[in-house]
């Protein structure tokens, strides 16, 4: 079976689910189609982000890598991708290539790349955007984002929603079975989820590196971040951290998070000297406020200034990090 899904966003009234009143029928129905609305809306995956520029020229290549949470309901990827060119007429730009696909022909401006996901699945998951420069001239990579496509129906018979025929009325009130009442309902927590915060994307390619001891910053002014409040009378939020990075050679090198309000620091060791995703590493900065027009607390954003450093005889080398809200859809 499967279940059209509404244009606009079903909203349950708040008097009739007041505590230790019954809730009426026609608001436990909506808070099921709610529940629907929301498991079929895609999440951005990476919200715009600058991407390097080290310089390409005559065919060379760069490779962008980021983590990102993705959903088992996702079916397809959108992909912006800002690249300009300057090259000889007749000769394409560039080209480009998403997640290893196909090669594509690219053009100078915005690209526009729809990733059909075969294999929808959850968890932490590596993207990929490769550039490649033209035979003549150069390429200067800009700025990416990529999202999710929203859904149009769910297939409520696979568990990827809920099963509405069980919120009519006369009907009991189940838990703990899939896509019914109120085991489908706590799907309603993936709200606005925003699946990824911010991404530092170097790239291949004149990224970032620091040999020996002492502190480098990345940053020169502090990447802004603001958390999901994901329970009532949080102030703050803990978000996810991982970097693509490696060491030159044995020793633990180190990329240090100092959070904006307080100056809190935490520490990701990087050890390996094949490169690969760090471990994340959980942070605190400030969630959302409810009660302000622009969410910020204390009328400024929270965030986060990132610096690296190597050990004694070995360079670490960074080539991206990503900052992934709280995993609780």
Do not use: C
Request: glycine residues 12%; without cysteine; hydrophobic residues 40%.
């Amino acid at each position: 079976m499967t279940a059209t899904l509404p244009r606009t966003r079903p909203w349950p009234g708040k008097l009739p689910m007041v505590m230790g009143a019954p809730v009426a029928t026609r608001e436990w129905a909506n808070m099921g189609a709610l529940a629907n609305w929301l498991a079929a809306k895609g999440a951005v995956l990476v919200p715009y982000s600058r991407l390097n520029n080290p310089g390409l020229a005559d065919t060379d290549t760069i490779t962008y890598r980021m983590r990102v949470d993705t959903r088992a309901t996702a079916l397809q990827r959108v992909w912006l991708i800002e690249a300009h060119a300057s090259v000889d007429a007749g000769i394409p730009p560039f080209q480009l290539r998403v997640n290893g696909g196909a090669t594509r022909s690219g053009a100078s401006g915005l690209n526009v790349i729809v990733e059909d996901v075969s294999s929808p699945g959850s968890g932490l998951t590596e993207l990929t955007l490769q550039l490649i420069a033209g035979e003549s001239g150069a390429l200067s990579p800009r700025g990416l984002t990529v999202y999710e496509q929203d859904r149009p129906e769910l297939d409520a018979a696979g568990g990827e929603g809920v099963d509405t025929a069980s919120l009519r009325s006369g009907q009991p009130i189940a838990s703990g079975i899939a896509g019914a009442s109120v085991g489908g309902i706590t799907a309603m927590s993936i709200d606005a989820r925003r699946a990824g915060l911010a991404h530092l994307l170097y790239g291949d390619a004149g990224n970032p590196s620091k040999s020996g001891t002492g502190y480098t910053t990345l940053t020169p002014l502090p990447l802004p971040l603001l958390g999901q409040v994901v329970r009532e009378g949080a102030t703050t939020a803990t978000v996810r951290v991982t970097a693509y990075a490696r060491m030159s050679a044995a020793g633990t090198g180190h990329i240090r998070l100092t959070r904006t309000k307080g100056g809190a620091t935490t520490v990701i060791n990087v050890s390996g000297t094949t490169l690969g995703w760090t471990t994340p590493v959980d942070v605190t900065i400030d969630a959302d406020d409810m009660s302000t027009s622009d969410g910020l607390r204390g009328a400024a954003f929270d965030g986060l200034s990132v610096a690296i450093e190597g050990a004694v005889g070995s360079t670490i080398e960074v080539q991206s990090i990503s900052f992934l809200a709280p995993a609780f859809a």
